[in-house]
């Protein structure tokens, strides 16, 4: 079975350009998590998804961040315009919901602001 | 909301000798507890989870214990191997409903051979 897919897995930026990130969940799980992982810090939630409804979002920073899952399955976040203090790397996460509480992490997309 | 705290930061013991990491939480509604491991350039995997209706749990060389009366929950790891090295989170989430998991500020753990 495949895991939580992401890309790009690295990217680097200029400060207020803009930037995207993509996840595609395990195939069935209908929560998406996007979490942000400081250097040397546990990951922090940023915004949660059950379906295409967005359950979660009080920790996203909402003046430029931005997010989205339109079909219930894949999901884009996007930083407009991006500041230096949004290096980080970014992670999605899934999990079945009512079959399960296992949150399964991708590979994460590491982000460099310049 | 709920915080969690873990230590130690950072964590060196020799191959086959035993490694515990401790977390402490704040809310006492928290009744989930996992504990994940994140390789370099990874994402986190979880290893072992505990409900608060248990005080223990172990598969094979991993156990982790839980102590609701004074809210803090332990990772051990026994016969540790080389490949175990690795940063180590622990985790909090609140009943169930609500699936916001708090994490640890992790622990790094190396193994010496």
């Known amino acids: 079975e495949a895991g939580v897919v992401q890309s790009p897995r690295y990217k680097i930026i200029e400060k207020k350009q803009p930037v995207a990130f993509w996840c595609n969940p395990i195939?069935?799980?209908?929560?998406l998590y996007w979490y942000r992982q400081n250097l040397g810090q546990g990951p922090e939630l940023l915004i949660r998804?059950?379906?295409?409804?967005?359950?979660?979002d009080s920790q996203l920073p909402k003046d430029r961040f931005s997010a989205e899952r339109l079909k219930g399955v894949d999901s884009t976040l996007k930083i407009q315009p991006a500041e230096l203090g949004d290096s980080a790397v970014y992670l999605c996460?899934?999990?079945?919901?009512?079959?399960?509480?296992?949150?399964?992490f991708g590979p994460g997309t590491r982000l460099t602001v310049l | 909301g709920e915080n969690v705290e873990q230590h130690p930061s950072t964590l060196s013991v020799q191959e086959g000798d035993s490694a515990v990491i401790k977390c402490t939480y704040s809310d006492s509604a928290s009744n989930y507890f996992p504990w994940y491991k994140q390789e370099l350039g990874k994402g986190p995997q979880l290893i072992i989870d505990i409900r608060s209706n248990v005080g223990e749990k172990k598969d094979q060389r991993i156990a982790v214990t839980l102590n609701k009366t004074a809210k803090h929950f332990s990772l051990h790891i026994t016969e540790t191997q080389p490949e175990d090295s690795a940063v180590y989170f622990c985790a909090a989430r609140v009943a169930f409903g609500n699936e916001k998991l708090t994490f640890g500020t992790g622990t790094r753990l190396t193994i010496i051979p």
């Open positions: 998804y059950e379906n295409e409804e967005a359950v979660d």
């Open positions: 996460a899934s999990s079945h919901g009512l079959a399960g509480v296992e949150q399964f």
């Open positions: 195939s069935g799980h209908n929560t």
